[in-house]
């Protein structure tokens, strides 16, 4: 039989990765745009977020690996089945790259990632103003990219939820069931011949 729904690991991954990437790219917004007490605050809350977003990316890709995904929808037409997969290879290179820029611009910068108080994470990359700054250029840019992604994938999570309703979004919903009632009449079903 052909699963329908991801895992419940798969399932609690995502959301949760979700809530920390989108606050992520809220505190990242928050630590650029003030020169106020809050910047160390929102720092110290952000090296400790994205090392988690990193090892949680990690985790979540070996699970994709071993248990693969439910399959798209037959009908869905073969350019929606290119983007979902090419917006999925972009979205997990985003939730691994990000983090580790952001790891690498502080060993640049000669910076201690310190996750809490006591506790720092090793240099990966060696001091370098001039890496520094490339680095912080592409986790800047980088960042605005991640977020149209994310942008994407929310409209598109909500295309199949409410104009195809063909149980894509509801592979990955919290719980089980149509989120949506279908509609009685055929008449007002979507037309979903290929």
Same mark, same amino acid.
């Given at each position: 039989m052909i699963r329908q729904r991801f895992t419940?690991?798969?399932r609690v991954l995502h959301w949760v990765m979700a809530v920390a990437i989108l606050a992520?790219?809220?505190? *990242? +917004? *928050?630590?650029? =745009?003030?020169? =106020?007490? =809050?910047?160390? #605050? %929102?720092v110290s809350i952000h090296r400790p977020?994205? @090392?988690?977003? %990193? @090892?949680?990316?990690? @985790?979540? @890709?070996? +699970?994709? %690996?071993?248990? #693969?995904?439910?399959?798209l929808p037959a009908d869905l037409p073969a350019p929606m089945k290119q983007a979902a997969i090419l917006s999925h290879i972009g979205l997990y290179a985003l939730m691994v790259a990000m983090p580790l820029l952001g790891w690498?611009?502080?060993s640049a910068a000669a910076y201690p990632a310190v996750m809490w108080h006591g506790f720092a994470l090793p240099a990966i990359l060696p001091q370098s103003a001039t890496l520094h700054a490339v680095l912080w250029d592409l986790h800047h840019y980088l960042a605005f990219a991640f977020f149209a992604l994310i942008l994407m994938h929310l409209s598109a999570a909500l295309f199949h939820l409410l104009v195809r309703?063909? *149980?894509?979004f509801e592979s990955m919903a919290p719980v089980a069931g149509d989120m949506i009632a279908k509609p009685a009449d055929d008449a007002y079903a979507v037309n979903r011949t290929p």
């Open positions: 419940v690991l798969q992520m790219l809220f505190i *990242g +917004v *928050g630590m650029v =745009s003030t020169i =106020s007490a =809050s910047y160390l #605050g %929102l977020l994205g @090392i988690a977003i %990193l @090892i949680l990316a990690v @985790i979540r @890709i070996g +699970v994709r %690996l071993l248990r #693969g995904t439910p399959p690498g611009m502080l309703r063909d *149980g894509v």
